[in-house]
C-alpha cells in the first residue's frame, strides 16, 4: 500500500497518489522502495479520497517482503489529526514521560458524537506514517526523514542518530546480553551503518522483548529511541521502559 510512488525508474519525481488520480489509470509508476522493481498503478475506492498504489499487474510484482506490497505500513491519515501532532510529545509518552496518551483519552470521554481524531501516537502509527511519505515531506511540521531513520534518510545522518529517533533495524548477530539486560541492533536495514544499544531497566520488559525477537529474528524491529552516543564507533545507545518503545513489522496481508 503506497501513498506515493515515483514516475521514472532512477526514482527522482515522486507523484502523490492523491495527484495520480487525476492521470491515466494505465500509467505505470515506480515502488517507493528502490530495490524493488514493482510497476504500480493508481486505485482509488469509489466516493473515498483514499487513492493508492498497487502492485495490479501480475508479471510487475513487489518483491518479497517489500514493505509497500503489504499491508503492514497501511496509514490512513483520514484517521488521524495532523494538525494536533507533535513529534517530540509523541516520542516521550512512549518513553513514559508524559501521560499525553491518558490524558487525551480521557478528554474523549467527555465528547459527544463523532469519536474525536487523535494524531498517530503509538510506534507502529508514527512508523507506518513515516513510511507511507516520501522522506522529504513533511508531516505536522517535521520533516520524515528528522523523524525515521531508513534506507531513504540515511544520507542525513552522516555521523550518527542522536535524539529521539524511529529507528528501522534488524538483529546483530549477537543480538542480547541478559546479564547487562541490553539488546543490539543495526540500521539502516541495507546498509547497517550503526550499531544500537537497547537498554533496560526492567527484567521483565527486557525479556518480553528479547523473547519477541527472538522468535521475530528475521524481521524488521522499529524502535523508537532517545539516542545518545556510546565509546564505541558507531554505537548508539537508548534506555527502553516500556515495551510501547518496540514493535516487531511482519510482511502480512499480501497485495500482490
Ligand atoms: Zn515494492
Known amino acids: 500500500m503506497a501513498k506515493y510512488a515515483f514516475r521514472d525508474e532512477q526514482r527522482k519525481e515522486i507523484i502523490y497518489s492523491n495527484e495520480a488520480v487525476k492521470e491515466d489509470r494505465n500509467t505505470a509508476?515506480?515502488?517507493p522502495n528502490a530495490d524493488?522493481?514493482?510497476?504500480?498503478?493508481?486505485?482509488?475506492?469509489?466516493?473515498?479520497?483514499?487513492?493508492?498504489?498497487?502492485?495490479?499487474?501480475?508479471?510487475?510484482?513487489?518483491?518479497?517482503?517489500?514493505?509497500?506490497?503489504?499491508?503492514?505500513?497501511?496509514?490512513?491519515?483520514?484517521?488521524?489529526?495532523?494538525?494536533?501532532?507533535?513529534?517530540?510529545k509523541a516520542m516521550?509518552?512512549?518513553?513514559?514521560?508524559?501521560?499525553?496518551?491518558?490524558?487525551?483519552?480521557?478528554s474523549g470521554e467527555h465528547s459527544i458524537g463523532e469519536p474525536q481524531k487523535h494524531p498517530p501516537r503509538t510506534i507502529r502509527?508514527?512508523?507506518?506514517?513515516?513510511?507511507?511519505?516520501?522522506?522529504?515531506?513533511?508531516?505536522?511540521?517535521?520533516?520524515?526523514?528528522?523523524?525515521l531513520l531508513d534506507d531513504r534518510s540515511e544520507y542525513r545522518y552522516p555521523k550518527g542518530c542522536f535524539g529521539n529517533r524511529i529507528i528501522e533495524a534488524t538483529v546483530k548477530k549477537r543480538f542480547y546480553d541478559?546479564?547487562?539486560?541490553?539488546?543490539?541492533?543495526?540500521?539502516?536495514?541495507?546498509?547497517?551503518?550503526?550499531?544500537?544499544?537497547?537498554?533496560?531497566?526492567?527484567?521483565?520488559?527486557?525479556?518480553?522483548?528479547?523473547?519477541?525477537?527472538?522468535?521475530?529474528?528475521?524481521?524488521?524491529?522499529?524502535?523508537?529511541?532517545k539516542w545518545k552516543p556510546t565509546d564505541k564507533y558507531n554505537y548508539f545507545i537508548s534506555s527502553v521502559n516500556g515495551r510501547k518503545q518496540v514493535a516487531i513489522i511482519k510482511c502480512f496481508g499480501s497485495l500482490t
Do not use: W
Open 29 to 31: 509508476f515506480y515502488c
Open 36 to 88: 524493488c522493481n514493482a510497476q504500480l498503478y493508481i486505485c482509488a475506492i469509489d466516493g473515498s479520497k483514499a487513492a493508492y498504489f498497487r502492485a495490479t499487474k501480475p508479471q510487475h510484482p513487489h518483491i518479497p517482503n517489500c514493505l509497500y506490497g503489504t499491508r503492514s505500513i497501511e496509514f490512513d491519515e483520514n484517521q488521524f489529526d495532523e494538525s494536533r501532532f507533535d513529534y517530540d
Open 92 to 106: 516521550e509518552s512512549l518513553f513514559g514521560l508524559t501521560d499525553t496518551a491518558i490524558a487525551s483519552n480521557k
Open 125 to 147: 502509527q508514527m512508523y507506518s506514517m513515516c513510511k507511507s511519505l516520501p522522506v522529504k515531506s513533511k508531516y505536522g511540521n517535521k520533516e520524515i526523514g528528522e523523524m
Open 178 to 225: 541478559s546479564e547487562k539486560k541490553q539488546i543490539y541492533l543495526t540500521a539502516p536495514v541495507t546498509s547497517k551503518k550503526y550499531s544500537f544499544v537497547l537498554d533496560f531497566s526492567d527484567n521483565d520488559t527486557y525479556k518480553f522483548i528479547r523473547n519477541e525477537i527472538f522468535n521475530n529474528s528475521d524481521k524488521i524491529i522499529i524502535v523508537g529511541g
